[in-house]
């Protein structure tokens, strides 16, 4: 993976990647590793604990909106320079939390007990990922960030593959187990962002609403009395402005904009795919084992990709990956209107995801450059809020669409969506400086 600053077809220099990126992405790959070991058992955990379907899916849905509520609000501490104790004890916080649901895996404990360690384990999560964001910029020169960005995606797209094969083994020798691995995994994480050597602050210059820098006012020529020797501070915004100074950004950057349409468009359409997937294999009457083939030819393309962002980012113009990609994603999602075998969808998911980081990892890249140091975090959480939502409201749609116009409907709307994304991303006025890395 070359260096971001480099012109397509020069030759890629190497260079070893620091000790406290390491160490991020160790807290990073072992995080989303146990996270994904225990995340596809738990919804059994609590149906074999007697719970009902409903239950399970309350969990979900209000894990879902304690993400996209508390992201913003963690990363205001994280952006005024508590980054590192926010993720440090929201790390241990989770560990504790499965630590407590591996215990009550082993008995039948009261339904608030195990719901409340699940719900807390929940929150920390999302503090810990609304803190990490901005993380990258800091511990890495800005031509390294395609790197590190791939190197993260990675380690998610390999968890993916491996994290819920393991968690099922566990959870087959003992139900504690997974949870078990997760508690393990957050102490890991916990580790190596305690060893960081980065202090992980942005720096001493404020930032206001919309990312420009207060500078201290100057005395006025001529004015009375002896100057001031205390180096001056510029006011601390009030929470209200500092929560929503990174949708302030968002809003007045043009290059933000396009990747929060696109991530959040494209995220929200893979879901809604896989809900079409599911719909229609059921319907067929193959089980669970053919959405675990094509969960895993999905991670294991989406692997692929991301080792190979990188390298497509210093040969091929990054506008032009934009728009091919756009369009290529829309004959893929028709594509998946038409078939109904477990190969088959498995084969299209995996193009699919093997296409989406070529782009994502690109634009986060050059996310983190446009984005002021000191709203890393809060920008940051806008972004993944946003897509959060999309994930959020892609089943709903999807099962609307299934149910209303048959199966083959979700794939069909998502290509129509596609469509016009791809076309936007075709003629939006944004100059192909911006999108470069």
Not at 123 to 136: D, K, L, M, N
Not at 305 to 316: D, E, F, K, N, T
Request: net charge positive; hydrophobic share 55%.
């Amino acid at each position: 993976m070359g260096s971001a600053t480099e012109a397509p077809g020069k030759a890629v220099v190497r260079r070893p990647l620091s000790r406290d990126v390491r160490l991020f992405w160790c807290a990073s790959a072992t995080d989303a590793l146990g996270s994904q070991a225990s995340g596809v058992v738990l919804p059994l955990l609590l149906l074999g604990l007697g719970h009902s379907a409903a239950t399970v899916g309350l969990v979900a849905g209000v894990s879902t909106a304690a993400g996209l509520l508390l992201a913003p609000i963690a990363a205001v501490p994280a952006d005024r320079g508590a980054r590192k104790p926010v993720m440090l004890w929201s790390a241990l916080v989770s560990a504790l939390a499965m630590g407590g649901v591996a215990v009550a895996a082993t008995g039948r404990p009261p339904v608030a007990l195990l719901l409340g360690a699940v719900l807390v384990e929940r929150f920390s999560t999302a503090v810990y990922e609304a803190a990490a964001a901005g993380t990258v910029a800091l511990i890495a020169p800005p031509a390294d960030s395609p790197r590190v960005v791939a190197g993260l995606s990675a380690a998610d797209q390999g968890a993916l593959v491996v994290g819920p094969a393991l968690g099922g083994a566990l959870y087959q020798a003992s139900r504690a187990l997974p949870f078990v691995a997760d508690a393990v995994s957050y102490t890991v994480a916990a580790v190596c962002v305690g060893a960081l050597k980065s202090d992980l602050r942005p720096g001493e210059e404020a930032v206001a609403v919309g990312g420009a820098a207060q500078q201290p006012k100057q005395g006025a020529p001529g004015a009375q009395g002896p100057a001031d020797p205390r180096p001056s501070r510029p006011p601390r915004p009030a929470l209200r402005a500092e929560l929503g100074a990174g949708l302030a950004l968002v809003r007045t950057s043009p290059f933000l904009r396009l990747v929060l349409i696109w991530t959040t468009t494209v995220n929200g359409v893979i879901v809604a795919l896989y809900y079409g997937a599911v719909f229609t294999l059921q319907k067929g009457g193959h089980g669970g084992a053919p959405m675990g083939l094509v969960l895993a030819l999905s991670g294991a393309a989406g692997l692929v990709g991301s080792l190979a962002a990188p390298h497509l980012a210093g040969r091929i113009s990054a506008a032009r990956l934009l728009v091919t990609v756009s369009w290529l994603l829309v004959p893929l999602a028709a594509a998946l209107a038409t078939v109904r075998g477990p190969w088959a969808y498995g084969g299209l998911f995996g193009v699919f995801c093997l296409l989406m980081p070529l782009v994502t990892v690109v634009l986060q890249s050059r996310a983190i450059q446009e984005t002021p140091p000191a709203l890393q975090a809060r920008t940051g959480a806008v972004l993944s809020s946003a897509v959060g939502g999309s994930a959020a409201l892609a089943p709903v749609v999807a099962g609307v669409c299934a149910s209303r116009a048959g199966t083959a409907a979700p794939a069909v709307a998502s290509a129509a969506v596609l469509t016009l994304l791809a076309c936007w991303t075709t003629y939006v006025r944004v100059p192909a400086r911006e999108v470069a890395v």
